[in-house]
């Protein structure tokens, strides 16, 4: 009797000291519900987020800034080879300026033309010419700077001459006036004729050295006219020696240009313009009509020019907008910047048969112009946007939610299981 009330009381400390089960259960069962309420709230968070954000659908096209003014396709005339290439892209061109020469010429078994040999012989002559006339004209400076000093001495010496000369008729015009006053004393016998006789004998001396003077001074003058005419005439022989090998010197420069003439071609510029679109190199083989450069009229606003496959154009309408970047400036660090398309060309251009001025189109394409926002770009730095440079130009062709473009494929498949 005495042990029951013990064991029961061991019996209710153990189960006492045991965890209880049902709490358990409850802790569980309220987790459960608050990582039920949160899946559904993100559920519905990330339904919304697809619903609303809107995918655009885009394709890109190739393209090149260009002038919008007029333009001048500068093209190959026939089957020829560059020569020599004279301008490079975003150069400034007059009408008139020589672009670039073709060559049709023709090398023998060494790789020389045929007419190498006469140009040879034409810069040979040319080459003696140039070296007679040289030596001619330092033959005929020496000559004239002699002349020069001897006119120089004879100016000097008629200095001289007038100066003496000034001085001996100062003399002889007080002798004049001495020998009067004698006369007049001879004349009141105050004088006597031997001394009036010596005076007048001085006095004609003194007449004579004055004129001798006089004949000095004029063969002088006259010695200097020889030598101012020989100093002319040796000019104008030195001038006319010049103009004769000058012309000897252009009739070999256009023997030689015939002899060119004959073995290639000049493009020049048919008007004032920016060089742009420059797709050829010297040595390259040209065919019939491909297109080499364009002139574009300057101080006209830039457009951006995209080719545009066939499988899209039919997508696209004037007005529509379309985002360009360009190859010279990553849009990562610059950004794409917005046109809006102002034309569409109505019929296709097959690149096999005509050249454009932009790399890797396979397919027939279509001419797209678009009006530029703004002319320059932004980024670590800011530059101006120049005619010729390259671009990729995106076109949206379909605005979707994000839910509709992931469910897309799907949607398509069945439309062509139906």
Same mark, same amino acid.
């Given at each position: ?17 045991? *965890? ?9 069962? +309220?987790?459960?519900? #608050?990582?039920? %309420? ?49 301008? =490079?892209?975003?150069?400034?061109? !007059?009408?008139? $300026?020589?672009?670039? /020469? ?5 090398? @023998? ?6 007419? #190498? ?23 005929? =400076? ?35 006036? $001495? ?24 006095? %004609?001396? /003194? ?8 004949? @000095? ?6 010695? /200097? ?6 100093? &002319? ?9 010049? +103009? ?6 252009? &009739? ?49 606003? +830039? ?7 066939? =499988? ?7 007005? $529509?907008?379309? %985002? ?8 990562? @660090?610059?950004?794409?910047? *917005? ?8 019929? *296709? /251009? ?5 050249? %454009? ?26 530059? *101006?946007?120049? !005619? ?18 992931? +469910?897309?494929?799907?949607? @398509? ?6």
């Amino acid at each position: 009797m005495s042990r029951e009330p013990a064991l029961f009381r061991q019996q209710v400390l153990l189960l006492q000291q045991q *965890p209880s089960e049902r709490g358990t259960v409850i802790t569980q069962t +309220l987790s459960l519900k #608050w990582f039920s %309420l949160a899946a559904a709230l993100l559920f519905l968070l990330l339904l919304y987020l697809l619903l609303m954000t809107r995918y655009k659908e885009t394709i890109q096209a190739r393209g090149v800034l260009q002038a919008a003014g007029s333009i001048q396709t500068v093209t190959a005339p026939a089957d020829l080879r560059l020569e020599k290439i004279l301008v =490079s892209q975003g150069q400034q061109v !007059s009408k008139g $300026q020589t672009l670039a /020469i073709l060559s049709r010429r023709l090398f @023998d078994q060494q790789g020389r033309p045929y007419s #190498w040999m006469e140009i040879r012989q034409l810069q040979q002559q040319r080459t003696l010419l140039e070296n007679e006339l040289r030596l001619s004209e330092q033959f005929k =400076s020496a000559e004239l700077r002699q002349l020069q000093v001897q006119l120089q001495a004879r100016d000097k010496l008629l200095k001289a001459l007038y100066s003496d000369q000034q001085l001996a008729r100062e003399q002889m015009t007080l002798s004049q006036e $001495q020998l009067d006053a004698m006369g007049t004393l001879l004349e009141q016998a105050l004088l006597s004729r031997a001394d009036y006789r010596r005076q007048r004998l001085a006095h %004609l001396n /003194i007449a004579r050295q004055f004129n001798e003077q006089s004949r @000095d001074i004029e063969q002088l003058q006259q010695e /200097i006219i020889r030598l101012q005419t020989q100093l &002319e005439a040796l000019q104008l022989e030195k001038d006319l020696l010049r +103009l004769k090998v000058e012309g000897q010197l252009e &009739e070999l420069a256009f023997q030689r240009e015939q002899l060119l003439q004959q073995e290639s071609l000049t493009l020049v510029a048919e008007q004032d313009g920016v060089v742009t679109g420059v797709t050829v190199a010297a040595g390259e083989a040209l065919r019939a009509n491909q297109p080499l450069m364009q002139i574009h009229e300057p101080g006209s606003s +830039l457009q951006a020019v995209a080719y545009v496959p066939s =499988s899209v154009v039919g997508k696209l309408v004037p007005g $529509q907008q379309l %985002l360009l970047s360009f190859d010279a400036f990553s849009h990562m @660090d610059y950004g794409r910047y *917005p046109a809006r398309i102002e034309a569409i060309g109505r019929f *296709p /251009i097959d690149p096999r048969q005509q050249l %454009l001025p932009v790399p890797a189109v396979n397919e027939p394409v279509f001419r797209l112009t678009a009006s530029l926002e703004q002319h320059y770009v932004q980024g670590p730095d800011i530059y *101006p946007l120049q !005619s010729g440079l390259l671009l990729s130009a995106d076109f949206v062709t379909a605005e979707l939610s994000l839910i509709g473009f992931i +469910l897309k494929p799907v949607l @398509d498949l069945r439309g062509r299981l139906g």
